[in-house]
């Protein structure tokens, strides 16, 4: 294989993740697991993260100024986010950093200036949790070794409170190794990903204009350990949407026929979008996830609320899905003579990686103690946020991609089960460091 040009500095910076940084971690992650947080309330996440960052000397952006607001996806209530607030504060968080956050602003930018002419390297990790019950079992080893999560109906059940710990791991390690950087280098921890939420505000206020070279990072489960990915591809654009049906109560014994049945119209409309015929030109996805309608089984229910998600292969095609599932919901609504609110709350592009980049990242990753195969590719099929960061990068100029770190954990991502390796956390940590110290001759390498 060809070297390129970074490959020799790589090399001789010699990186690597001391004990004290493994064991630091695994503490972090075991913290972030207690306190899982869900999409727009990682309120104490974002807390923690911002003193961290600011004991290792990075800059910090947080609150309103990280977002666009009219940008912001699948935010929780008022009160939830008041509840959520209050929480994180009786949980150890920072008050006037919480209060800084307001009504779900969380994540956090953190910015290393090196001082000296170079590129902009942008990182990111995600940190939200998924809306799950842990398991409570012996086998479970977050609960027997105490802490599994104590919030209930959360869980990181995806890898992210790993992807927190490697991003902090890598501020850690840049920050000891300052001297040795050009130009600057940015970590996103990116609240809301569940649901392809929280990446689209971001983007929107403009933190990636700027960027010459990007990296996602996600440890991925139930396969070869230490088996990475460079530039894992195939992740399906996808719109996520809730739907409101608003019809009529009445006695469903006495007088029937003065109802408009809303459970009945989402009843046709959940059929009825399974329907859908799947596209030619590539895959195509539709579920409904969720149906939750009536008051009483002699009440003719008035309201119903159906959560549903479209994918396809490119944005074309999921935006053909999306097309056919609005006119279904609102065939539904009319047969059924009632009303009805559609709401968007999560979206994602197709967006695949910068080729000319993977191989750098293939040398990143090369000797790095816990590698065990390097490919370029995965095609994973699912869908993820992070492509409309690669995309803002790729339209200003710059290269991005999305790496994978396999675990050979015996559970899948969302179930209740699910755990981290630990042990992969450092080979994120010591490749990306690599990464970030060699940017600047990679990117003159070829010219940029």
């Known amino acids: 294989m060809r070297r390129h040009p970074s490959a020799d500095r790589i090399e001789a910076a010699h990186v690597t993740v001391t004990s004290q940084i493994s064991d630091q971690l695994k503490t972090w992650r075991r913290d972030f697991h207690t306190f899982a947080e869900i999409g727009w309330t990682e309120f104490r996440t974002t807390s923690a993260i911002i003193s ?52 779900g602003f969380t994540g956090v930018l953190g910015v290393l200036e090196s001082g000296r002419p170079g590129p902009a390297v942008c990182f990111r990790f995600d940190i939200d949790s ?31 409170d790993g992807h927190a710990a490697i991003g902090l791991g890598l501020a850690t390690t840049l920050a000891e190794r300052r001297d ?50 460079t530039g894992a591809d195939g992740y399906l654009a996808s719109t996520k949407f809730d739907v409101t049906f608003t019809g009529l109560g009445s006695h469903a014994g006495g007088d029937p026929e003065k109802g408009k049945n809303a459970l009945l119209a989402a ?27 009536g008051e009483g089984r002699n009440v003719v229910p008035r309201t119903a609320t159906i959560r549903v998600e479209t994918r396809g292969l490119n944005s074309e095609i999921n935006d053909f899905m999306f097309a056919r599932a609005q006119d279904i919901v609102a065939g539904a609504a009319r047969m059924y003579d009632l009303d009805h609110e559609l709401t968007v709350v999560g979206r994602a592009d197709r967006e695949d990686p910068s080729p000319e980049l993977l191989p750098y990242i293939r040398d ?64 994120g940590v010591e490749a990306e460091t690599k990464v970030a110290l060699g940017a600047g001759e990679f990117l003159a390498g070829l010219g940029r």
């Open 180 to 229: 040795e950087l050009t130009g600057t280098v940015k970590i996103i921890f990116q609240p809301a990903e569940e649901g392809v939420r929280g990446a689209h505000s971001i983007v929107a206020a403009g933190w990636f204009d700027d960027v010459d070279l990007f990296v996602a990072t996600h440890l991925m489960a139930d396969g070869e350990r230490g088996a990475i990915v």
């Open 267 to 293: 009843a046709s409309a959940a059929l009825n979008l399974h329907a859908i015929p799947r596209h030619s030109e590539g895959a195509s996805r539709i579920n409904v996830g969720t149906f939750q309608a």
């Open 130 to 160: 998924n809306d799950l019950v842990e398991c409570s079992e012996a086998s479970h080893r977050p609960f027997a070794e105490g802490f599994a999560s104590i919030n209930a109906g959360a869980m990181h059940g995806c890898g992210h």
């Open 364 to 427: 990143s990753f090369s000797g790095v103690q816990g590698v065990s195969t390097i490919s370029d590719t995965s095609g994973i099929g699912g869908s993820e946020d992070a492509t409309a960061m690669m995309k803002r990068v790729k339209e200003c100029g710059g290269l991005a991609t999305y790496v994978q770190i396999g675990m050979a954990t015996s559970w899948g991502h969302h179930t209740e089960r699910f755990d981290v390796d630990e042990d992969m956390l450092a080979v």
């Open 52 to 103: 961290v960052l600011r004991d290792l000397g990075w800059d910090t952006v947080y609150g309103p100024k990280l977002h666009a607001a009219g940008s912001r996806l699948g935010v929780p209530s008022a009160e939830v986010l008041a509840a959520e607030r209050k929480r994180a504060v009786d949980q150890g968080a920072d008050p006037g950093l919480v209060e800084a956050m307001g009504d």
